[in-house]
T-cell receptor, first 115, second 114 residues
Framework: SQQGEEDPQALSIQEGENATMNCSYK?????LQWYRQNSGRGLVHLILIRSNEREKHSGRLRVTLDTSKKSSSLLITASRAADTASYFCATSGGAGGTSYGKLTFGQGTILTVHP | EAGVVQSPRYKIIEKKQPVAFWCNPI?????LYWYLQNLGQGPELLIRYENEEAVDDSQLPKDRFSAERLKGVDSTLKIQPAELGDSAVYLCASSLGSHTDTQYFGPGTRLTVL
């Protein structure tokens, strides 16, 4: 079963625009991670945010985490055609929960950036 | 540094045939994972190894799936016999330490069962 739900399922934007993807989850977490997957390829780790962190930046990426709402968002600024991919959030379960010890992925958001 | 290596990249078999996938994790990574990814879905964990011990195989369909990680390095995942519904991408990942660490994924093996 998949814990995370991503929104939107698909996003189409023009190069230079910002892209925002949201992820909601159900149980307590240790950390939340975002991955990118290009078509036909494996997943590439983008960023990890721990449960006691609220915001994290990496280059053009900004991730926020709201544990009270059990949600996270990934913002890609000044998008490029090369950012076209599927983006997945994944949660590492907190201690005592049924998801402890597992990295559970959402269904992903398909981002298309038009040149 | 070499990434996670998987082979084969693609495999087409007839139903009821056996199939095996191989994974070589990043050198020094103690934890190894096998995931199944259906089209349009996120990966789902099948089994997690810490060194040579399978510490979480609760999602592995044990009637037809088996896995091993000899000497705590390479791993193989086997399906016998394969069914039509097994068509998917099988991903291997590794991490340096615990499951909370960043996981590094291989390119996957795309299995088609006819």
């Amino acid at each position: 079963s998949q814990q995370g739900e991503e929104d939107p399922q698909a996003l189409s934007i023009q190069e230079g625009e910002n892209a925002t993807m949201n992820c909601s989850y159900k149980t307590s977490i240790n950390n939340l991670q975002w991955y990118r997957q290009n078509s036909g390829r494996g997943l590439v780790h983008l960023i990890l945010i721990r449960s006691n962190e609220r915001e994290k930046h990496s280059g053009r990426l900004r991730v926020t985490l709201d544990t009270s709402k059990k949600s996270s968002s990934l913002l890609i600024t000044a998008s490029r055609a090369a950012d076209t991919a599927s983006y997945f959030c994944a949660t590492s379960g907190g201690a005592g929960g049924t998801s402890y010890g597992k990295l559970t992925f959402g269904q992903g958001t398909i981002l298309t950036v038009h040149p | 540094e070499a990434g996670v290596v998987q082979s084969p990249r693609y495999k087409i078999i007839e139903k009821k045939q056996p199939v095996a996938f191989w994974c070589n994790p990043i050198s020094g990574h103690n934890t190894l994972y096998w995931y199944l990814q259906n089209l349009g879905q996120g990966p789902e964990l099948l089994i997690r190894y810490e060194n040579e011990e399978a510490v979480d195989d609760s999602q592995l369909p044990k009637d037809r799936f088996s896995a091993e990680r000899l000497k705590g390095v390479d791993s193989t995942l086997k399906i016998q016999p394969a069914e039509l519904g097994d068509s998917a991408v099988y991903l291997c990942a590794s991490s340096l330490g615990s499951h909370t660490d960043t996981q590094y994924f291989g390119p996957g093996t795309r299995l088609t069962v006819l």
